[in-house]
C-alpha cells in the first residue's frame, strides 16, 4: 500500500471525502457501536473481579453506595473528552499536552500520566498474575497448580499469548473479542449475583438499605479509595476511550471543522452515536461492578474471607462453590479467565496506542504516519506483555498490585479534569456542546472527581 493510500484509509487523518451522515435511532447506530464495548472489557476485569470483591468482601454491604456512585460519576468526564476527539480527530494525550508549563516540551499532565502508567505496570502485572494462576489451577504445568513453577509458566504463556493474539492491532479484531469477552462472563455473573436470594447466602431489601447509607466502615478507607479510582471508567479508561472513538470512524465521518451547517449536523450526530455507544458501556460495567460486589458482601464477607495475595482466585471461587457446588469451581476458573483475559485484550492495544502517543508528542516519532505509528504500536504489544508478566513474577500479590494502580488512577483522575474543561472551553466549538442537564451532570461529575482525587492524594501523603 502507498502512503498516500494509507494516510486515506488512516482513522486519524480526517479526509473530506470520508465524511458520513450519522445514523439515526437505536437500531441504525447498534452497527457503529463498539468503543464502548473495548472500554468495558478492560473495566469488567481487574476493577471489578479483583477491586469490587475484595471490597465487598472487606466492607460487606456498607460500601454499596460507593459502587454505584464511582460507576456512574466519571462517564460525563469521559463523554465530554470523546466530544472533542470526535470533533477534532485528536486522541486524548495530544490533547493533555495542549496543556502548560511544559518540560522538555512535555505538559504537566502527560507527565502526570507517565507516573501513573508506571504505577499501571504494577496493576496489569495483577492481571496477567491473576489469569496465570486460574489457568495453574485448571491445569497445572510443572509442578502443583499453587506452587511456583506452574504459576511461571503459565506467566509467560499468558504474556506471549497476548503478544500473539493481538499483533495484527486490528480494531475490528480488538473489538468482536472484547465483546464476546464480556457478554459471556457478564452475564453468568449477573445471573449468580441474582440467584443469591434463594441461597443460603441470601441478601435482602435491609442489607441493600444498609448500603446506601453513605458511610464508610473504619478499615475500609483504603480499598474504597482504590475502588473508586478502578471501577467504572477510570483515568486511564476515559483516555484510551479517545483511540477507540477515532479508529471505528467517528472523526473521519464528521471530517475537518468547516464551519459549515453541515459539519455541525455531521458532529451533533455522531456525537449522539457516541452517547449511545457510552451509555450501553455504562450499563455493562455497572451490572457487572454490582454483581461482583454483592458476590463478596454476600458470600465472602460472612465467612470472613478477603481475596489475597496468590490465594486470591480460590478466595473469590467460593463465591461460585459455595453457592452453586464444587462443580462451580471450574465454571468460575473459566469464567475468571474471561474476563481478566478480557481486561488485557483491552488494555493491550490501548496502553500500546497511549504511550506511542506520548512519543509523538515528544518528538520521537510521527504520529500521523501510519505506518511509522503501527510499527511503534507493535513494538508496544511485544514489550507492554512482557513487562507486566515479570513485574508479577517480582511482586506476586494480585490484589495489591492492582489497587495499587487503582489508587493513581483516582489522583489522575484530576488531571484529566483540567485537561477535559480546558479542551472544552478553547476548541470544542460551542455549537456542539451538551445541553443544560449534561452540563450540570458534568459539573457535578468533576467537583465528585476533583474532592475523591483530592482525598486520594492526602490519603497518600498521610495527612488524613
Not at 470483591?53 to 456498607?62: E, H, P, S, V
Not at 518540560?103 to 508506571?118: H, P, Q, Y
Request: proline share 4%.
Amino acid at each position: 500500500m502507498s502512503a498516500s493510500a494509507a494516510r486515506h484509509d488512516d482513522p486519524y487523518h480526517l479526509d473530506p471525502a470520508a465524511v458520513q451522515e450519522a445514523p439515526t435511532g437505536w437500531g441504525a447506530s447498534l452497527k457503529h457501536l463498539g468503543p464502548g464495548l473495548i472500554l468495558s472489557a478492560s473495566i469488567v476485569g481487574s476493577g471489578e473481579l479483583i477491586a469490587t470483591t475484595t471490597l465487598g468482601a472487606k466492607a460487606g454491604f456498607a460500601l454499596l453506595w460507593m459502587v454505584i456512585f464511582s460507576t456512574f460519576v466519571k462517564v460525563a468526564v469521559q463523554v465530554e473528552l470523546a466530544r472533542w476527539t470526535i470533533s477534532t480527530g485528536q486522541p486524548a494525550l495530544t490533547g493533555y499536552n495542549k496543556l502548560g508549563p511544559h518540560v522538555a516540551g512535555v505538559g504537566w499532565i502527560n507527565l502526570l500520566w507517565a507516573l501513573m502508567a508506571l504505577s499501571k505496570l504494577l496493576q496489569m502485572g495483577g492481571v496477567i498474575g491473576g489469569v496465570a494462576i486460574a489457568c495453574s489451577i485448571l491445569l497445572p504445568l510443572g509442578g502443583p497448580p499453587m506452587e511456583t513453577t506452574s504459576i511461571t509458566v503459565w506467566t509467560v504463556i499468558v504474556a506471549v499469548g497476548s503478544i500473539a493474539l493481538l499483533w495484527s492491532n486490528s480494531y475490528s479484531l480488538i473489538e468482536k473479542g472484547a465483546t464476546a469477552l464480556v457478554v459471556v462472563f457478564s452475564l453468568v455473573t449477573i445471573a449468580i449475583a441474582l440467584g443469591l436470594p434463594f441461597t443460603p447466602y441470601a441478601y435482602g431489601m435491609d442489607d441493600i438499605a444498609t448500603g446506601l447509607a453513605f458511610t464508610i466502615p473504619a478499615g475500609a478507607i483504603g480499598a474504597a479509595i482504590a475502588m473508586f479510582g478502578i471501577t467504572g471508567v477510570g483515568a486511564d479508561e476515559l483516555t484510551f476511550y479517545t483511540y477507540w472513538c477515532v479508529e471505528k470512524g467517528y472523526a473521519r465521518h464528521v471530517g475537518p471543522n468547516d464551519g459549515s451547517a453541515a459539519w455541525k449536523r455531521r458532529a451533533q450526530g455522531w456525537i449522539g452515536v457516541m452517547y449511545k455507544d457510552a451509555f450501553v458501556s455504562w450499563c455493562i460495567y455497572t451490572f457487572g461492578t454490582l454483581a461482583f460486589f454483592l458476590m463478596g458482601a454476600a458470600v465472602l464477607n460472612p465467612q470472613g474471607l478477603v481475596p489475597q495475595g496468590n490465594e486470591m482466585i480460590t478466595a473469590l471461587s467460593r463465591m461460585y462453590t459455595d453457592t452453586l457446588g464444587d462443580w462451580a469451581g471450574i465454571l468460575f476458573l473459566l469464567g475468571a479467565i474471561a474476563v481478566l483475559g478480557s481486561t488485557l485484550w483491552a488494555a493491550v492495544p490501548s496502553w500500546s496506542r497511549m504511550y506511542v502517543n506520548l512519543f509523538a508528542v515528544m518528538g520521537m516519532l510521527d504520529w500521523h504516519d501510519p505506518a511509522q505509528r503501527l510499527r511503534w504500536i507493535r513494538g508496544f504489544t511485544i514489550g507492554l506483555p512482557l513487562v507486566w508478566g515479570l513485574a508479577y513474577l517480582f511482586v506476586r500479590s494480585p490484589v495489591l498490585m492492582i489497587q495499587i494502580g487503582g489508587a493513581a488512577t483516582g489522583v489522575f483522575l484530576l488531571a484529566a479534569v483540567v485537561a477535559v474543561w480546558h479542551l472544552r472551553q478553547t476548541e470544542t466549538d460551542p455549537a456542539i456542546r451538551g445541553g443544560s442537564a449534561f452540563n450540570a451532570l458534568l459539573a457535578v461529575s468533576s467537583v465528585a472527581i476533583v474532592l475523591l482525587g483530592a482525598y486520594t492524594g492526602l490519603s497518600v501523603f498521610g495527612v488524613v
